[in-house]
Each structure stands twice: as C-alpha cells, then as structure tokens.
C-alpha cells in the first residue's frame, strides 16, 4: 500500500511564509513524478508546482516567483516552500505522487490535504 502523508499547512497572514511536506511510504519501484495541486472553494483542482525524477519543475504562472518545489530523494518527500503568500493562495493543498509499482503497473496516489488559509 502506498501512502502520502502531508503536514505544514495552517493560517498566514499576507506576505508569510509556509512549508509543505509530503512523504511517501509503501513498496514502489520507482516515483516518476510528484506535484502539489490545490482546490479552492468554487474552483477546479489545479496544478500549483511538479517535479520530475530528472529535477525539472513546473510552476503554475500564479506561483511563479513565489513557490518553489523541491525533493529530498532519500526521505521520499517533496516540498513545497511558499513565500509572499496572497489571499488567493488560499486553498486546500494535495500532495499528488506518480510511482511505477514493482509489478510495473503505473499508480497516481493523493495526499489527504492541507488547508492553506492566507489572511489579509
């Protein structure tokens, strides 16, 4: 079974800063991918920042400059450092992991989300 467990949400003012973390656990072969999506009220899931095995990261163009994505390979876990927060970054964050399973089979795991609440 594979699992993601998120920590680091909370309540910042506009400004602030938070850390994200995500780690993996279970029996995989490997993680292709990992990414962070978040979800507001009213809104679609959308896609805040990833990276890829190689290193190579994307960033949603209303993060950009703000957010940075980043892996500790032998922690299996992925951060996400968000600086000068927004109101509008406001959100319910996921954790989202694409690993190739030992039978080889590909498997997308969530996290179970973190509320991400910026005051004004």
């Known amino acids: 079974q594979v699992q993601l467990v998120e920590s680091g949400g909370g309540l910042a003012q506009a400004g602030g800063s938070l850390r994200l973390s995500c780690t993996v656990s279970?029996?995989?072969?490997?993680?292709?991918?990992m990414g962070w999506y978040r979800q507001a009220p009213g809104n679609e899931r959308e896609l805040v920042a990833a990276?890829?095995?190689?290193?190579?990261?994307n960033y949603a163009d209303s993060v950009k400059g703000r957010f940075t994505i980043s892996r500790d390979n032998a922690k299996n876990t992925v951060y996400l450092q968000m600086n000068s927060l927004k109101p509008e970054d406001t959100a319910v964050y996921y954790c989202?992991?694409?690993?190739?399973?030992?039978?080889?089979?590909?498997?997308?795991?969530w996290g179970q989300g973190t509320q991400v609440t910026v005051s004004s």
């Open positions: 989202n992991c694409n690993v190739q399973m030992v039978s080889g089979a590909f498997r997308r795991y």
């Open positions: 279970g029996s995989i072969f490997s993680i292709n991918a």
């Open positions: 990276i890829v095995s190689g290193g190579s990261t």
